[in-house]
Every structure is written in structure tokens, then in C-alpha cells.
């Protein structure tokens, strides 16, 4: 059968491929899903200053937000005055990641690594 | 009967709804009592100081607990993004958020609509030099008016200065603009090379320099990702400045208090800001073309390599509720390729890097010819994500 013909022309394909994710695990929300959840509700309660009779942080964080939220802040239109100094030294640090990724890079290619196709 | 359901189509909308939501018509919310959507950070990039913004803007509720010190932790924020991030992962990123949905479309314009938009910016440059030249000088805390070291330079007088500043910023934006036309060949960013860069971004000046950088013009620890952020300029700056040209008594079309054309209820302190625009503002500026001209090369740079939020949410991406998979037992990786054609973030599904690289735009769930991009969802979002229009991968899908 065609069909059948071509799906065995595929699998080796798909198995000599080993960055293939999973599938095996596609099912509903597992255990991390509700772990990872639980701690963000326990988080946004903590937040809101629900937790404080349990010793949990002190006061909501909500009216800080809307403090900041109906308060124009320079940074984020780009006003006021420009620092070389401190923008200079992010743009450094930035080259200096570019660097040693580059180095990184050119030392896993050397050595066979995953990127060095 | 072929269905004629078309995701792009359903995606496109929603990418509308959210750009409106996030940085549109909406911002009249904002001035209703109780200004109740304030209280929440966006989940998608928007600016605090996006005059059109509904909510509070993620980046910046996070950096700003960072820089009150003190050790408080923005608990509400990170529990807030992360319960979203947990529920649907990068979507928000593939679906609502408004600067992603701006980087699609400059990467889809053609030369015409470029053009459109070089006229467009043009207009907004010497209107702004005309009202109020750039550069000029600022009040300072004390209400004294501060020349700028640049306008030192130059003499006095509106016409002259209108045009000194028209031909700086001809000089600036011409050389940027022309980098719209020239012939550079579209390009894909590495998942590992994007992986590097994000990791900075994300650790340096959204982390590290928040916690413990001092800004000495202001005295305080400054959200130093707002210092560079293209969407700030985009979301924030430009209308901020365009509103500020805006005769007052047009505000309360707005939602404006006529007092405070910015923000509501009168809580600005200055009712102009268009002379506090220097060079770090014509630097944004600059930073925010130079993006646009590399988000019609590339897909998605911002999403991919820069923005803090996107990183936050990449790590739910393996366990979130609804997410991308790839069934290794048909996929044809290579030999194949369509969801890399496909793919806004221009990743390859199959790569194991891509996972948290995906938001979940689900085109290749919808097109992939072989239905080996399957979607992952719970039943109660089956109304959703229908069997119907996407391929649902099974419990029982296993590898060979």
C-alpha cells in the first residue's frame, strides 16, 4: 500500500533525528502544571496582601502598581538626560556576552559538538 | 466538506483586538473610576507610560519593585504572568501582544507600505520640530529651565532653530531610513544565538542593573530596561509627544483631564513634556527605526532575542496547560520544513531549542501537511481549541 510505503519511509527519518521533542507525554495538565499553578495563586495572594493574618509579606502590592501605572515615567519615553556611563556599561557587558558566545561557540564546533555541524 | 476555518484569519483578529486592547482605543478605561485595570500589569509588553494603555505594563511593574530595594519581590506580578504563562505559555506573546503583532506586519510590508511609513514618521518629526524643537533644554526638580548642552551650540531664534533641528534630524533619520532600501537579505537568528542574547537582556538591565544601579541624574535605581525598550518608544513616546501637540481642548475627546493631558486625574506634575525630549529621547528614537528596519530582515528580533516578559513565559512553555508539540513518529523535520515557513518566530518546531521559543500562534499546528505539530490543550478549553481546526495530540500518542 502507498500509504503504508511512505509512512516507513518516514520513521527512519524521524528516528535517526534525535532533536525530536517527545510526544509521548501530550495528555492534560500533568503535575508541574498544577504545582507551578498553585505557587502562582499562593504568589498573586501574597501580592494583594490576602496572606497577612498567616505572616505572609505585609501590604498589597496592587495600589504600588497603580502608584507607578498613572505616573509618567521618564525611562520609558526616553526623557531626560542621557547616561553614557551606565548605558555604556550595558552595551560593554553586551559585546563581552557577544564575545564568549562567539568564544563558545568556535571552542563546541572544535570539538564536535552540538553546534558544530 | 473541507472546513474553512483559517487560523492566520482567526490570529490576525485576535492580534488586532489585543494592539487595540494594549495600545489603542481603550486607553479611555483607563480614566473611568475605578481605574481598576491599572492595578494589573498587561500580560503582553505595554509601557507605563503609554498614554493609550489600559493596564500597567509588566517589565516595568517587575523593575520597579526591583528598584524600591528593600527586598520586596513583586509577588503579584510574577504570580499574575505566571498564572497565565502556565495556563497557555508564550500565547499571549503569539496572539495579544501589540509590539509582536508590529513586528509581523513590518516583516510582511512591502516597499510601498515602508514608504508609508517613512512619510508618516517624517510628518511626526517636523511637526514636533515645529512645536517644540528637540533637544532644546528641560525644567529641572527646581522649575529651572536647563538649555541642552546641544542647543549651546547653536543660536537663537525659532525659524533658525527649526531648521538646525530639522537637518540633525534629516542627518539621524536619513541615514536610518536609508537603511529601509537597500538591499540586505532576510536573515534567521539562531535558537542558541537568540538564547544569548536573552539571557543578557533579561539578567542585565531588566535584573541585575535595576537591583543595584544607581541613575545619578535621579538619585534612584532606575528601570534600566525602559531605558532601551523599542516598545516603550513605540507605545509611550511617540503618542506622549503627539498628544502633548494636541490643542488642550480637544482632550476631554479623549477621556483627558484638560489639567494633565497624560495622565488621569491630574497626577502629572507638568503639563508639557516635549522640551524634556534630548538626546536619550532622539536615541530611542534612532534604537526604535534601527529595530523596525531589522524586523523587516528578520521575524519577531524583539520577541526573540530581548524581550524580558517572552523569557519569563519560555519556561512554562514545556508544562503550560496548552502548548506545541511535535510527534516525532511523522514529522520530516528537514525534509519538510513548513512549519519554519510558517513560524513568526521563524523556529523550527522540531529543534529542540525552538520549545521555548514557541508562542503558540499554532499556524503550524493548522498547516503542517504530515499534522505532526499537534496542540495540547485540556477538555475544558476544547470550545477553544477545537479538534475540528487544530490536530490535538492524544494520550495515548507514544514514539516509536
Redesign the interface.
Known amino acids: 500500500m502507498p500509504d503504508q510505503a511512505s509512512q516507513e519511509k518516514?520513521?527512519p527519518?524521524?528516528?535517526k533525528?534525535s532533536?525530536?521533542?517527545?510526544?509521548?507525554n501530550?495528555?492534560?495538565?500533568?503535575f508541574?502544571?498544577w504545582l507551578?499553578?498553585l505557587?502562582?495563586?499562593?504568589?498573586?495572594?501574597?501580592?494583594?496582601g490576602a496572606l497577612e493574618q498567616f505572616g505572609f509579606?505585609a501590604e498589597?502590592?496592587?495600589?504600588?502598581?497603580?502608584g507607578?501605572?498613572?505616573?509618567?515615567?521618564?525611562?520609558?519615553?526616553?526623557?531626560?538626560?542621557?547616561?553614557f556611563k551606565?548605558?555604556g556599561?550595558?552595551a560593554g557587558?553586551?559585546v563581552i556576552?557577544?564575545v564568549v558566545?562567539k568564544v563558545i561557540?568556535v571552542a563546541t564546533r572544535k570539538t564536535g559538538g552540538q553546534?558544530g555541524k | 466538506m473541507a472546513s474553512k476555518f483559517r487560523n492566520t484569519n482567526v490570529k490576525n483578529t485576535v492580534q488586532i483586538i489585543g494592539f487595540l486592547l494594549g495600545s489603542g482605543i481603550f486607553y479611555f478605561m483607563a480614566t473611568l473610576p475605578p481605574v481598576f485595570l491599572k492595578r494589573f500589569p498587561m500580560p503582553w509588553m505595554v509601557c507605563w507610560s503609554d498614554p493609550l494603555a489600559a493596564g500597567a505594563c509588566p517589565s516595568g511593574t517587575i523593575q520597579h519593585f526591583f528598584t524600591l530595594g528593600s527586598g520586596v519581590i513583586p509577588f503579584f506580578a510574577i504570580g499574575f504572568l505566571g498564572l497565565i504563562a502556565v495556563f497557555f505559555g508564550r500565547m499571549t506573546c503569539g496572539w495579544l501582544c501589540p509590539f509582536g503583532y508590529l513586528q509581523d506586519i513590518f516583516f510582511r510590508m512591502k516597499v510601498l507600505a515602508k514608504w508609508i511609513i517613512v512619510a508618516l514618521v517624517a510628518l511626526i518629526i517636523v511637526y514636533l520640530c515645529w512645536t517644540s524643537p528637540m533637544f532644546a533644554g528641560y525644567v529641572n526638580d527646581k522649575g529651572k529651565y536647563v538649555s541642552s548642552p546641544l542647543m549651546k551650540l547653536f543660536g537663537k531664534g525659532r525659524f533658525a532653530e527649526f531648521y538646525r533641528w530639522l537637518a540633525l534630524y534629516i542627518v539621524i533619520f536619513g541615514a536610518l531610513f536609508a537603511l529601509f532600501f537597500l538591499k540586505f537579505k532576510r536573515f534567521t537568528i539562531g535558537n542558541h544565538f537568540a538564547n544569548w542574547l536573552r539571557v543578557f537582556f533579561f539578567l542585565v538591565p531588566f535584573i541585575i542593573f535595576p537591583f543595584f544601579v544607581t541613575d545619578p541624574a535621579l538619585s534612584i535605581r532606575g528601570p534600566w530596561f525602559c531605558k532601551i525598550c523599542p516598545s516603550g518608544t513605540t507605545f509611550a513616546a511617540i503618542p506622549q509627544f503627539l498628544f502633548a501637540a494636541l490643542p488642550k481642548s480637544v482632550f476631554p475627546l479623549f477621556g483627558l483631564d484638560t489639567s494633565s493631558p497624560f495622565i488621569p486625574y491630574g497626577l502629572a506634575s507638568y503639563s508639557d513634556i516635549r522640551p524634556m525630549g534630548q538626546v536619550m529621547f532622539g536615541l530611542k528614537i534612532s534604537m526604535l527605526v534601527l529595530f523596525i528596519w531589522v524586523s523587516t530582515l528578520s521575524k519577531r528580533v524583539f520577541c526573540k532575542v530581548m524581550c524580558p516578559i517572552g523569557f519569563f513565559y519560555s519556561g512554562f512553555n514545556y508544562f503550560s496547560a496548552v502548548r506545541v508539540v511535535v510527534d516525532k513518529k511523522t514529522c520530516r523535520s528537514e525534509k519538510c520544513n513548513v512549519c519554519w515557513k510558517v513560524c513568526p518566530m521563524d523556529i523550527k518546531l522540531y529543534d529542540k531549542e525552538s520549545t521555548s521559543h514557541c508562542i503558540g500562534c499554532l499556524e503550524c499546528v493548522s498547516r503542517c501537511p504530515f499534522k505532526a505539530a499537534k496542540l495540547v490543550r485540556p477538555s475544558f478549553l476544547e470550545w477553544v481549541f477545537s479538534r475540528r481546526h487544530y490536530t490535538i495530540a492524544q494520550k495515548t500518542t507514544s514514539e516509536a
Not at chain 1, 532533536?19 to 509521548?24: E, L
Not at chain 1, 498613572?70 to 538626560?81: K, N, P, Q, V, Y
Open positions: 518516514k520513521e527519518i524521524a528516528r533525528n532533536t525530536v521533542s517527545s510526544a509521548r501530550e495528555r492534560s495538565p500533568g508541574l502544571f507551578v499553578a505557587v502562582c495563586i499562593f504568589l498573586m495572594l501574597i501580592g494583594t509579606s498589597s502590592q496592587l495600589p504600588e502598581i497603580y507607578t501605572a498613572m505616573t509618567l515615567c521618564l525611562s520609558c519615553i526616553g526623557l531626560g538626560e542621557i547616561n551606565i548605558l556599561s550595558i557587558i553586551l556576552t557577544l558566545y561557540a553546534h
